[in-house]
C-alpha cells in the first residue's frame, strides 16, 4: 500500500498531478481542494495516498490532509459510490463540509455537488452518518444555522477557485475577475463548476 507521496510537483491539471519521486512521476488523481492546496509546479509536494485497485488497473488518489483521505475512503465504502464520484464530491465539498452535512443529515447540500443525485444523497447520510466525526457542539443543524454560514461559505469558494486558477498558471487580477465573473453567473454552483465556467471565460479572453 501506498500511503503517502514526497516530491517535486512536475504537472498539474484539473484531473491530477504528477509527482516526481526519485526520478518516478507518479500520476495522482486530486479533488480541486487538494489541487488549490498544492504549490505551483516545481516545488516540493506531499501528498497522502489511497490506491485503488480494480482486476484491470490501479490507480493512485491523492489528499492534503489525511482528514480528507478519511472523507474519501469512507465515502466509496457506501454503496454506489467509486472513487471519481468520492473525488468529485471532495471537490465540491471538504472533508469537513461533508463531514458535518452528513452529521446533520442535510441532503439538500450534498446534493448541490455535480453527480450526488437525493437517492445517492440519503445513501451517504444513512450509511455515514454514526461514522463521521461530529462538529463540537453540534446538533441537527437548524435551518437558521445553515444560513447563518452560508455567505462565510461563498467567501472561501471565491478563495478556493481563485487560487486553483493562479495554481494552474493564471495571474491573480486575472483569476479574481473570471472567480467573480463565474460567482455572478452561478451564485449557488459548486467549487468544481464555478472553476470550470472560470477557465471558460479565461480561455475566451
Known amino acids: 500500500m501506498i500511503a503517502r507521496l514526497s516530491g517535486i510537483l512536475a504537472d498539474k491539471t484539473l484531473d491530477g498531478v504528477v509527482l516526481d519521486v526519485g526520478g518516478v512521476g507518479y500520476q495522482v488523481a486530486v479533488s480541486l481542494n487538494t489541487l488549490t492546496a498544492l504549490p505551483a509546479i516545481g516545488h516540493k509536494a506531499e501528498l497522502f495516498t489511497h490506491l485503488h485497485v480494480r482486476e ?9 490532509t489525511r482528514e480528507e483521505r478519511k472523507a474519501f475512503e469512507l465515502c466509496i465504502a457506501v454503496s454506489g459510490i467509486g472513487p471519481r464520484l468520492a473525488i468529485g464530491l471532495l471537490s465540491g465539498l471538504d472533508a469537513a463540509g461533508l463531514f458535518t452535512a452528513v452529521a446533520n443529515e442535510d441532503v439538500a447540500r450534498l446534493r ?52 486553483a486558477l493562479m495554481n494552474l498558471g493564471y495571474r491573480p487580477a486575472d483569476a479574481e475577475r473570471a472567480t467573480d465573473l463565474a460567482i455572478k453567473q452561478q451564485p449557488d454552483a ?7 465556467a472560470a477557465l471558460r471565460a479565461l480561455q475566451r479572453d
Open 56 to 64: 484491470d488497473a490501479m490507480q493512485l488518489f491523492g489528499f492534503a
Open 112 to 163: 448541490k455537488v455535480p453527480g450526488i443525485g437525493p437517492k445517492t444523497a440519503e445513501r451517504l447520510v444513512l450509511e455515514l452518518r454514526d461514522k463521521v466525526p461530529r462538529p463540537d457542539g453540534s446538533s441537527k443543524a437548524s435551518t437558521r444555522a445553515t444560513s447563518g454560514v452560508a455567505a462565510g461559505a461563498r467567501v472561501g469558494v471565491f478563495a478556493d477557485v481563485a487560487g
Open 190 to 196: 459548486s467549487v468544481e463548476m464555478l472553476l470550470r
